[in-house]
């Protein structure tokens, strides 16, 4: 059960697009498309952005895309606002009704 | 409006026990899957454990098999999680969570701090 990889830090100016990349394995991302996006804030709980690899929750903005390649799943913020800055964390499921998360990554709004 | 409440957390000393309470509303907490997952001091999400709508199955993270115990009440609509034989490493912020379909994680309560010192 190692989590999965996520860069530790990601930046990019206002109006930019950036992407967060979640490597996994052919026992997690690769298999299934289980794939969800979570933002989280400082100091307050997780939420869910993205899930099955590139769906969106009611609410959330277009300017957040999810997609898969292989046992890569990645995250793309498009018009970067300085309201995005915040800590990123993809999830996978891993069979055996088990969940894996990624390291977590940082992006910084400049 | 979904709202997950945790309470139950606190210091303990290495191999104490703790049990911690997530009380659910506003939504059909008897026909969901929840999980717990964990987040230690300036460090990532780690996913602990998954019961299912009726409590009939859990499945656990290796780092808490055997040690944690995952329970559902659907009359109280409430959660709870228990924690023995604690060690310093579980020191963390504990979420209780809503499991929406192909798991991802739809709900998420404030968190509850654990902290495991001697």
């Known amino acids: 059960q190692s989590a999965l990889t996520q860069p530790a830090s990601v930046s990019g100016s206002p109006g930019q697009s950036v992407a967060i990349s979640c490597t996994g394995s052919?026992?997690?991302?690769?298999?299934?498309?289980?794939v969800s996006w979570y933002q989280q804030c400082p100091g307050q709980a997780p939420k869910l952005i993205i899930h099955?690899?590139?769906e969106r929750p009611s609410g959330v903005s277009d300017r957040f895309s999810g997609s898969k390649s292989g046992n890569t799943a990645s995250l793309t913020i498009s018009g970067l606002q300085v309201e995005d800055e915040a800590d990123y964390y993809c999830?996978?499921?891993?069979?055996?009704?088990?969940?894996?998360f990624g390291g977590g990554t940082k992006l910084t709004v400049l | 409006e979904v709202q997950l409440v945790e309470s139950g957390g606190g210091s303990i000393q290495p191999g104490g026990s703790l049990r911690l309470s997530c009380a659910a509303s506003g939504f059909p907490f008897s026909g969901y899957w929840m999980h717990w997952v964990r987040q230690g001091p300036g460090k990532g999400l780690m996913w602990v454990s998954v019961i299912n709508h009726d409590g009939s199955h859990t499945s656990y993270a290796d780092s808490v098999k055997g040690r944690f115990t995952f329970s559902k009440d659907n009359a109280r609509n409430m959660m709870y999680l228990q924690m023995n034989s604690l060690r310093v490493e579980d020191t963390a912020v504990y979420y209780c969570a809503r499991a929406g379909s192909d798991w991802k994680i739809d709900a998420w309560g404030q968190g509850i701090l654990v902290t495991v010192s001697s």
């Open positions: 052919s026992t997690d991302v690769g298999t299934y498309n289980f």
């Open positions: 099955d690899v590139s």
């Open positions: 999830s996978s499921y891993a069979g055996s009704s088990t969940l894996i």
